[in-house]
């Protein structure tokens, strides 16, 4: 059972910066992919930036040039640095892994595993 733990959301002024963190704990060795979602209240969740087992990295266009997402293999840990922030970013954000076991079925096409969510809010 993998288990993600997010940490590092606050508050912060327009401008400002915050890096989340998120430890992966369990079956690590069943995740393909692994990053940050974000969800604002009455808004969808959406993809902020994920890296995959390669170390290939995907960013959602709003966030390119202003997060940067990394990992930590010897701690299982991944980052996520948020600089320039602005207002927009305020959210909910996941912790998200993509797992191509879960219970211990595989999931050919991978199954979303979600951590408990940390708030970042971004003042004007």
């Known amino acids: 059972q993998v288990q993600l733990v997010e940490s590092g959301g606050g508050l912060v002024q327009a401008g400002g910066s915050l890096r989340l963190s998120c430890a992966a704990s369990?079956?690590?060795?069943?995740?393909?992919?692994i990053g940050w979602y974000r969800q604002a209240p009455g808004k969808q969740r959406e993809l902020v930036a994920t890296i995959n087992s390669g170390g290939s990295t995907n960013y959602a266009d709003s966030v390119k040039g202003r997060f940067t997402i990394s990992r930590d293999n010897a701690k299982n840990t991944v980052y996520l640095q948020m600089n320039s922030l602005k207002p927009e970013d305020t959210a909910v954000y996941y912790c998200?892994?993509?797992?191509?076991?879960?219970?211990?079925?595989?999931?050919?096409?991978?199954?979303?595993?979600w951590g408990q969510g940390t708030q970042v809010t971004v003042s004007s």
């Open positions: 998200y892994a993509d797992l191509s076991y879960y219970n211990g079925i595989y999931y050919r096409d991978g199954y979303d595993y």
């Open positions: 369990g079956s690590i060795f069943s995740i393909n992919a």
